[in-house]
């Protein structure tokens, strides 16, 4: 345990070591991946790695607990200083390459790492922590080393920590050793036997040939009462069968002393525990052990020089691979800060800032546009959406009045844009087609229906019933328009960051056409309240045009075209049915797994077959007799009745091409006689009376004649409106109106509050102190490289 002397290659040593030393202090700084040859130590808790570490760097600094007492890694730089006659110890401040003022006490130390660590654990709210302490040790009687101290293996977490704790543990130092160019140092306490090693298995899933493991028994003394002759001291020290031919177990005992002494005197103790082991064996053990194969194994002092010897090897081994590395990092890093100064520059070049820009929004408008055009790039997979996915996005479960649970075709599949549109469209019409017209009360048919009749005319039945459809359209069909508005708004919505990341794919070194946008916050954030802003426009748009899609089939007109078309077994004269064709052109495929599996024959309800008397159109001259109250009340009974009334309801006359002319003529003076209604088949009476076979008959007829013209509305809706307004509302602005849009909004401004989106407050300062650290990185990067260069020149 002698001081080195200043020899040659001791010099040259120093000289390696100190320029690694400085390139690890930068790399744990910076966070720079470097490869650099390091030692971790590692092993199970209480196995002894800490106190060896001391017992190699020649005093005691470290932090003890009976149970884990490491939970961050210690990175360890024993430096040999020969003008150090007590230790120097400095800490690396924390996320920077500077070095603390030195600190003598070593109970100072040792109190520094414990509040260092015990801080970052309360901040990360963990156990351990994989971010390292540095720690610099200057000492006369210190080799020259570099040894990671990583927390010891445990099988339980300790009571109150999390019970992944051990598992952390072992993931953090598998991550520690595993890069190829760190050596292992694995502890094993001497009462472990090899057979029954419990951290041995896991070093070989670090290193399997053991080719840069170097492996430790501690506590030995605890081991020598156990031999009783030589054979069994040669076959213990000589591990065979359980290592590798080529591994060399270390034998090492240290003080079992804890009190307070000198450092002098620790050194003293750890030279005398050597020593004694040492004469055990020779002495204690019948025959002794085999000296010249084993002697260079045992012992503090022989391991210490193995490990400086190794390091100074592979150091030397290394360098030319670190100046490539270093010469090559340096190159980015220049490159790094040209950007970063061309970024600067280009917070004052309002020209330089809108063309780029520009090209920008160009691009992404783009890519809208070819999402909703089908692209599936980037992976659907990934981006696309479940039809379940959306309604927990977007917070639009189910559709308004529609009890059953509606699932589209394709719904377990991920889609986005054109494709998650359509779904949407066919969710709409399975919605639409599962609701019917609602039944109406007694008391609302007589208000409608005997107000119709007192007005005069003959269709007050038809009146009366369209009413009470239009009614229930306005209820029932209004919600679901204003829904599927949403949900499309939703869908092209979500397109923005698959836009983004599109644009991100295609934006490679390779093929890059846009300039680099990311830093820009303010300006991405503007960008995306404008595309949020002219989708919630045309959703608004879309909703206005549906609902006076909605009123034109309400009104007489329409209703009295479809109606004719309707007798005339014309477009709609069949009626909507999922996955089928339709009328419109519209159509599905099932792609998911799921179709044949889940029919579709309850998401909607068809509406019923029309009997023959719904599809028999009156004749022309077809009268309708009907008896109605003087005074229009239900609770009266029917006594004085109208005259005959002509009913034209199928055979109407064309006028220059316009509609079909709806005529009713009051004919003839008032009767008494009963009211027939021939063409229903009975008339209606809503009194308290004994025709309450008539009335029944009346009121049933009512709302079947409501259900049919619900269900004409709803198809004429659905067929010849609003799927085609939907798209040429939605999709057609996405792709033709979009960039420009975009580009009102965000570049018709003047230039001030145009640079409110790339100047923000504050953000010349970050881009400043961005610049400031790459050119601290490189200036500290660039001293290295000279410092590798000149080393290896000079020796």
Known sequence: MQSHTQDPATSESRSWFEAYNRLQGAAVAFGEKI????????????????????????????????????????????????????????????????????????????????????????????????????????????????????????????????????????????????????????????????????????????????????????KFDNRLKEFNDRGEVDRYLSASGYLEENTRPYFVALPKDRSTVSNEEFRRQISQVDSEVIRHLREGVKGGFDEEKFRSQIGIGLLRDFLESELHKRYKDAAPATLAFLENRCSEITDDMLRMDMKIQATSDVAHLRKAAMLYMASISNHVGALIDGAANPAPEQWGKTTAEERGESGIGTWPGVCLDIKPPNAVLRLYGGAAFERVIHEFRCAAYSIECPP????????????????????????????????????????????????????????????????????????????????????????????????????????????????????????????????????????????????????????????????MKDQEKIPPKKSK??????????????????????????????????????????????????????????????????????????????????????????????????????????ERSVTSTLNSGFLTPCRDRLVIALGVDLFAVNDEKFMDMFVAPGAIDVLQNERQQLQKRQKILQSCLTEFKTVSRSL
């Open 440 to 599: 109406v009360s007694r008391e609302k048919v007589a208000n409608i229906l005997l107000a119709h009749a007192g007005r005069g005319g003959g269709r007050g039945v038809t009146e009366a019933s369209a009413e009470i459809a239009r009614t229930a359209a306005r209820s029932w069909l209004a919600p679901l328009l204003d829904t599927a508005c949403d949900k499309l708004a939703f869908v092209l919505g979500s397109l923005f960051e698959i836009a983004l990341e599109r644009n991100l794919n295609q934006n490679s070194d390779y093929e890059k056409k846009t300039e680099n946008m990311d830093g820009y916050v303010g300006f991405h954030a503007a960008l995306r309240n404008c595309y949020s802003r002219f989708v919630k426009n045309l959703a608004k748009q879309c909703k206005q045009l549906v609902r006076h899609h909605l009123d034109s089939v309400m009104s007489p007109y329409s209703m009295a075209c479809y109606e004719m078309d309707y007798h005339q077994g014309g477009a709609f004269g069949s009626y909507y049915k999922p996955n089928q064709a339709s009328g419109s052109g519209s159509f599905c495929f099932e792609l998911s797994d799921t179709a044949r599996d889940e029919p």
């Open 613 to 718: 008397a719904q599809e028999t159109t009156p004749g022309k001259g077809g009268e309708t007799h009907i008896t109605v109250p003087e005074t229009p009340s239900p609770d009266q009974p029917c006594e004085i009745g109208y005259g005959l009334v002509k009913k034209e309801i199928g055979n109407g006359h064309h006028d220059g091409g316009g509609a079909r002319k709806r005529v009713a003529r009051m004919g003839g003076s008032r009767n008494i006689e009963p009211l027939r209604l021939q063409n229903g088949g009975g008339g209606f009476l809503f009194g308290n009376t004994d025709n309450r076979m008539k009335s029944s008959s009346a009121y049933s007829e009512i709302c079947s004649s409501a259900a049919q013209h619900f269900a004409r509305i709803r198809e004429v809706l659905v």
């Open 35 to 218: 490869p650099i040859p390091e030692i971790v130590a590692i092993g199970g808790q209480s196995d002894g790695k800490s106190s060896l570490l001391e017992a190699l760097i020649g005093f005691r600094f470290n932090v003890r607990e009976v149970e884990m007492g490491t939970r961050r890694p210690l990175i360890l730089q024993m430096v040999h200083d020969v003008s150090a006659l007590e230790p120097r110890c400095r800490l690396q401040d924390e996320d920077s390459e500077e070095y603390g003022s030195p600190i003598v006490s070593a109970t100072a130390v040792a109190d520094v790492i414990r509040s260092r660590t015990e801080a970052l654990l309360r901040k990360t709210k963990t156990a351990v922590s994989p971010k390292p302490i540095v720690m610099r040790a200057e000492y006369a009687h210190s080799p020259n080393l570099t040894i990671i101290d990583t927390p010891g293996f445990v099988h339980k977490a300790k009571k109150g920590e999390p019970e992944t704790t051990p598992d952390e543990i072992l993931s953090m130092v598998k991550s520690l050793a595993s890069p190829p160019h760190r050596i292992l140092l694995f502890l094993q306490q001497s009462s472990v036997e090899w057979c029954s090693s419990l951290w041995l298995d896991a070093v070989r899933e670090i290193d399997s040939s053991f080719c840069r493991t170097i492996v430790v028994v501690s």
